[in-house]
């Protein structure tokens, strides 16, 4: 997934909106769908962080004293930060977190459009700059040809 995701996602620039729609895990296949119906919330961020973590293993010979890691697979986490509005008072964040483990998310600002299917990793409510935020992370899933790149 390495340079698939758009830089102008990443940022503070409160023009990012992201509709979240639960999926569903089919249990033979693993395929992910969109659940029956469709509950899909759009949120407006504040902000929207990209992170990337390359998950590595020491693999060596028995006989070898020196340690070689190798590289295995790209771990990215998006951040994303939703302002609660007096007009909301219910985050779309925190209605999404608790709505399903995965999700399909579809990233829009101006034109520019991102999808790609997430997996909810942890969420938190407070209040920062003098705003109440809560704030959603995902790590990405590999969904092979159902992501998108527009």
């Not at 698939?4 to 990443?10: A, E, G, M």
């Not at 697979?73 to 925190?94: C, F, G, N, Y």
């Not at 209605?95 to 991102?114: E, L, M, N, V």
Request: charged fraction near 20%; aromatic fraction near 6%.
């Amino acid at each position: 997934m390495a340079g698939t995701i758009p830089i102008w996602l990443t940022g503070i620039n409160g023009g990012v909106v992201v509709s979240l729609t639960p999926q569903t895990v089919n249990a033979s296949t693993g395929v992910l769908a969109d659940t029956t119906p469709v509950q899909t919330v759009t949120a407006d961020l504040e902000e929207c962080d990209v992170s990337a973590e390359l998950s590595n293993e020491e693999i060596s010979a028995m006989t070898s004293g020196r340690q070689n890691e190798v590289g295995l697979q790209d771990r990215w986490t998006i951040r994303m930060v939703e302002i609660m509005k007096k007009a909301s008072p219910v985050s779309k964040l925190l209605t999404a977190y608790g709505g399903a483990d995965y999700h399909k998310a579809i990233f829009t600002r101006g034109g520019q459009t991102w999808t790609g299917y997430v997996l909810r990793k942890s969420v938190s409510e407070g209040v920062r700059k003098g705003k109440s935020t809560v704030t959603l992370e995902t790590a990405t899933v590999d969904a092979g040809a159902l992501a998108t790149y527009v």
